[in-house]
């Protein structure tokens, strides 16, 4: 039976430089060739302390391994002194809990208080960094666990201790699935000397523990507005993130790391951002969209599915309006979004509005009568909900003037902008904030008659003679060129030309301009300048 010495050195400052004076005195007070060193964080209730190397291991320093590390701190020495030392993998034992303080951070998140055995608590500092470091200037013991409020500690093991190479590391404990996670085991002197050298604490000298802390859950903030600027901007915010959502509960969402401004990412979670998650520190720069704020990550769009937008088909006597809704119709087989039929709505704005009120969904997908639908659209697009309101205007095909561009094309309207306008600009899609997306939704089957031709034709070259920019100028000339060899093709180039003298003999006045809103009043001015009536 060798010589049992027991260290009774608590966690503090010049802790290691007492443990190391105090084994090389036990060596000396020895009376057996060997010396066990203890601690009082093991318990040895089970541990044979008969034990004595072979002679091919007798200058050796032994150590035994505890449930975390290959060594506990638990050593037989030889009292002559050893030139390495033999780790053993059997017997091991079992480290206590540590008896180091607790100071737990506090993100204002209502949850403080509930990690066990704290000593202290600071508030969260911007970043992990700075918090960190302002906790190392003023900790009184060598070793120190930080925790989070934002973290559950209910099943946490605090006997957890670093491997004695590892002792002047500073240790990360994962939250959830991120390694940059809110539970650390710091070495304070260490940490205090070194961190001044580092801008950034991901440059520290980090241990990651994959063993992870659960986070506790976001608060889910569910709205039914059509982005999510003004819910965020009016949030009275407990904790440092929140998930939005305008499409019901949320189940589970990425861990987004809270180390500094620029990990503290917005994070949609579908490809409309229907759920997403919002950190505290964008609500500063949000003014008109969530784009505002730098730091987004879009690679979590995956995680759930929006709600399919509402279509809705707006017809007013076309000739071909039957075959067109039948063939949308037909493309959304197996398709889950509603579709709803307006008809024979007078006036433009009306008929706009009429469309947004049979909506269901905040945006929905305006088909006009003239279009058919491009067989391969996909029906699940979304808006973007990070950005602020706005219509959507797709591509369609114009197979008489063999252009491609937004003119008769299927529109994502938004539908409080539908219903705040009241036709105030020559172009209803043009008066609210709009974004063109270069995805063809169809070919636009305008000259089935004359009357449709021609009405078609005068209303666009209205709109692009009111712009001067050069794709205006463009077009402008592809709708004044014959298209004779085309069914109705004369007519729709009459109507060009019937609207740009229209527009040089009323010189742009927009009141003037305004009229072609009105059906009754197209179809005056259409049998006055070419004596064509609405049923040709």
């Known amino acids: 039976m060798f010589d049992i010495f027991y260290s009774g050195v608590k966690p503090g400052l010049f802790a290691h430089e007492r443990q190391a004076r105090d084994v090389v005195h036990a060596g000396e007070l020895s009376s057996t060739r060997y010396f066990w060193w203890t601690n009082y964080l093991t318990d040895y209730s089970r541990f044979d302390f008969l034990f004595e190397p072979p002679p091919w291991q007798s200058d050796q320093r032994h150590a035994w391994p505890s449930q975390w590390q290959r060594d506990s701190g638990t050593y037989l020495i030889p009292k002559k002194g050893s030139v390495d030392t033999n780790y053993h993998t059997e017997k091991i034992l079992k480290r206590l809990k540590d008896l180091t303080n607790v100071i737990e951070i506090d993100h204002m998140d209502d949850n403080c208080g509930l990690v066990p055995g704290t000593t202290k608590t600071v508030r969260y500092f911007d970043n992990y960094r700075d918090t960190l470091a302002r906790i190392a200037r003023t900790a009184d013991s060598e070793y120190v666990w930080i925790c989070s409020s934002v973290c559950d500690y209910t099943d946490f093991d605090f006997s957890w201790h670093p491997d004695h190479w590892q002792s002047a590391m500073l240790h990360v404990f994962a939250s959830n699935e991120e390694k940059f996670g809110d539970t650390f085991y710091m070495h304070t002197p260490t940490f205090r000397q070194r961190i001044g050298q580092f801008t950034l604490l991901d440059w520290y000298e980090i241990n990651f523990i994959a063993k992870g802390v659960p986070r506790r859950p976001l608060p889910l903030i569910e709205h039914r507005d059509d982005t999510h600027v003004t819910a965020v901007q009016t949030q009275n915010w407990a904790g440092p993130l929140a998930v939005f959502s305008t499409n019901g509960t949320v189940d589970t969402v990425p861990t987004v790391p809270l180390w500094r401004e620029k990990t503290k990412n917005i994070v949609p979670l579908s490809a409309g951002a229907s759920q997403v998650i919002v950190p505290r520190a964008a609500v500063p720069y949000i003014r008109t969209q969530l784009y505002d704020y730098a730091n987004i990550d879009r690679t979590q769009r995956h995680m759930y599915t929006d709600q399919p937008l509402d279509i809705v088909f707006i017809s007013n006597g076309e000739s071909g309006a ?172 009459y109507g060009a030309e019937d609207a740009v003298e229209y527009y040089d003999t009323v010189a742009g006045n927009f009141d003037e301009l305004k009229k072609s809103y009105d059906w009754t009043w197209l179809a005056s001015y259409a049998f006055m300048r070419r004596n064509l009536l609405t049923n040709q």
């Open 322 to 493: 039957d075959r067109n809704y039948n063939q949308l119709s037909d493309s959304l087989s197996g398709k889950d979004n509603q579709l709803h039929w307006v008809k024979d709505v007078n006036g433009r704005v009306a008929a706009y509005h009429a469309a947004a009120q049979a909506s269901t969904t905040a945006w929905f997908f305006a088909v006009f009568a003239k279009l058919c639908i491009n067989k391969e659209f996909n029906w699940a697009w979304q808006p973007d909900r990070l950005q602020e309101p706005k219509h959507y205007i797709f591509h369609a095909h114009n197979p008489v003037t063999g252009l491609t561009y937004g003119h008769q094309a299927m529109i994502a309207y938004n539908k409080k902008l539908v219903l705040n306008n009241l036709g105030q600009g020559l172009d209803f899609t043009l008066d609210s904030a709009h974004e063109v997306v270069p995805i063809l939704s169809g070919t636009a089957e305008y000259a089935d008659t004359k009357w449709s031709a021609w009405r078609t034709a005068f209303r666009e070259v209205l709109k692009l003679k009111c712009n001067t920019d050069v794709d205006s100028e463009y077009r402008l000339g592809k709708w004044l060129k014959n298209h004779g060899a085309l069914k109705n093709g004369e007519w729709s180039r």
